[in-house]
Structures are given as structure tokens and as C-alpha cells.
């Protein structure tokens, strides 16, 4: 069996992705949350304030990889490459940042050992503990989502996934109309339209456009952008509402994911491998968990000659921090570890054949043609 196909473009939508939300906490919540003191240029915090779907992109792509992954594959071995994947730098990340929070003295941001103990198991809303950094959040989304994948492989129900998209929408549409914690928390309804959409985009990439598909595709995208123009309100922190972008406007960045992916699967926006497509694709996932309250501790950092500098090349000098930070945990961490993970997950059997799911893991990890 031939390992999983390699879509480059996935690799740079992610890392534009990660991106937007780096300059959304950096240039905007920050502010907004009394995390950082310094400001931007107006129009740069009101652009900075979309980059907060870099998130929703994030899940759409989710969709479509995490569901190309799960293909031909066991539950052991999607379970093995998704914990080979997103552990070995989770782990550093929240200990990491838990050392930097307990150094600096933080306030803002303190964390107690328990907590970072509960929160290396990336589910720590379950049993109600913070995250020690919020941008964490959003992994947990990506994981519960991971669990259903893995109850659709349980009971042999990938080839029926449309059928059970529709049902996913079908709940979402109801939370739309009334919101129930029960339906957001558990079933990740809220979210459901984005997932959904990558998963029918991936399904469109394999076999083709029918009436199934066109309808369902048409549905997530109505429902993407209902909650797309009820969150452009604005979303709290705190007792503050903090303002997200006008609603034509994120209605508008929502249609361009939608069209970016309707372009990828009917091969009209290709991309070949290039050093930039690699970098991004190997240092996307560590730069978002490092970046936020690491980053927000660091901007903020007592020094008088450090806090003499311009705001913006303390914020480029940051992300460059937290880029050779990442490439370190990628390198000394990430490929070591990933490995080790995937076998004791799932031992390798003497095969000729490649399980669909691992090969999936290792092109994420590994450079391709010297190139990601």
C-alpha cells in the first residue's frame, strides 16, 4: 500500500494559518485582554483581528488530512499516529511554558504544577482545570474530534462518512438556533460546519462530485458562516467584550477558505514542494503552542532597554525567538520521540504493506524529496 498522498498546499494554508493567530494575540487580543500595554497602528489591529480564523482554517484542514489519514487504517494505528504527532510537543510546550510562567513570576499567567500535570494530558477541560496557556483550547476541539473519527473507524463506518456529516450538521443546525453546552462541549457541534467541510472536500478530491457531497458542502458552508457572523459580535474575555472584525469581513475570509479548497480539489491551486512549504509545515504546530503566553511574558519583560525598542521589532524578534525555539523542539524532541511513540502504540508487524496512518505520521515529520 502506498503511503498517503502529499498535498503541499495544506502545508502553507497551515502555516498562514498559524500566522494570523500569532498576529492576532500579538496585535490585538493582547491589547484587548490588558496583556500587553503597547499598541499597533489602527489599521494593523483591525487586520489583526480576522487573524483569529486562522483557527477555523486550522479545522478545515483538520478535516481533510485527519480524514485521508484514517484510510485503509486500524484504530491502533490512527491512534498511533495522531499521538506521535501532536504529543512529543505538547508535552515540552506546556512544561516550557509553565518553567517560563513560573520565572518570570508571572501574574497574569500563573500556573500550579497540578495543572500542568493535567494539562499534559490535553484534555484538561474534561476535569475542569484552565490551560496553562489558552490558546491550548483549541487542541482540545482537535481531539474530540479525533475521537469520533476513531468511533467512525470502530464500527467500519468510514465509507459511510457522508451519512454521519449530515447527522454532525443536523445537530449543528440545531445548536445554531438554540446554543447547548452539552452538544458544543461533547460533540464539538459549534465546530462541526469547518470539520465537516474539510471532510467533504477530501471525499470530493477521491471520488468525485455527486449530489451528496454539492448538498452537504453547501450546508457546512451556510452553517460556517451563521456562526462566523454570530461570533463577528465579538467574543469575551473576561467582563470586556473584544471586537473581532466586522461581520462582512469575516464572512468574506470564510468564503475564501471554502474557494481556496474548492481550488485545490479540482486542481486548479497546486503547489510543488519548496523550502517555504517545508518550514511551514514542519514548524507550524510548535510555534502555535509556544507562541501566545510565552510570547505575551517575553513582550512584557521588565527590562528598560528592551521595553525602549519599537513594539514591532520586539514583536518580529519574538516570533524569530519562538521559530528557533519551535525548530529545536521539532528537531531534539518532535522526530525522536515521534517514532518511539508511534511503536509503542502500535508495534510494526513484519509486513511488506505500510499502514495507511503511519506513513501519514511520518510524512508529517519527515522532509519528502528534501522538502515539506
Known sequence: MHAAPRFHQLDFLRGLACLAVVAFH?????????????????????LAALGHLGVHLFFMISGFVILMSA???????FVASRVARLYPAFWVSVLLTGVVTWSAGSESFAVTPSQVLVNLTM?????????????????????????????LLHFGQLRRVE?????WLLLSSVNA???????????????????????????????????????????????TLWYGWVGAAGAKLGNEVVWLGLPAQVM???????????????????MRASPLVFWFGVLTYPVYLLHQNIGYIALMAPVESWRALDFHLRVL????????????VHHWIERP???????????RKRSSAVDPASAMAANEMEPRAAMR
Not at 489558552?134 to 476541539?141: D, M, R, T
Not at 451519512?163 to 447527522?167: E, N, P
Not at 459549534?190 to 471532510?199: E, H, K, N, V, Y
Not at 520521540?337 to 508495534?347: C, D, K, N, Q, T
Open 317 to 328: 524578534l519574538v516570533v524569530a525567538a519562538v521559530v528557533g525555539v519551535s525548530w529545536m
Open 163 to 167: 451519512r454521519w456529516v449530515g447527522v
Open 177 to 223: 438556533l438554540r446554543p447547548m453546552y452539552p452538544l458544543e462541549f461533547w460533540l464539538d457541534v459549534r465546530w462541526a460546519p469547518l470539520f465537516s467541510a474539510g471532510m467533504l472536500f477530501y471525499r470530493v478530491s477521491r471520488k468525485g462530485w455527486n449530489l451528496q457531497r454539492y448538498l452537504l458542502l453547501l450546508w457546512s458552508f451556510g452553517l
Open 123 to 151: 484534555v484538561p477541560q474534561w476535569v475542569q482545570v484552565e490551560f496553562v496557556d489558552g490558546a491550548y483550547w483549541s487542541l482540545a476541539v482537535e481531539l474530540q474530534f479525533y475521537l469520533m473519527v476513531i468511533a
Open 71 to 77: 484510510q485503509g487504517t486500524t484504530v491502533r494505528g
Open 26 to 46: 500579538f496585535l490585538h487580543r493582547g491589547q484587548q485582554g490588558g496583556w500587553l500595554v503597547d499598541t499597533t497602528w489602527p489599521w494593523l489591529q483591525s
Open 252 to 270: 468574506l475570509c470564510l468564503t475564501l477558505f471554502y474557494a481556496l479548497f474548492l481550488a485545490m480539489v479540482s486542481g486548479k491551486l497546486q
Open 337 to 347: 520521540m515521534s517514532g518511539w511513540l508511534r511503536a509503542l502504540v502500535a508495534p
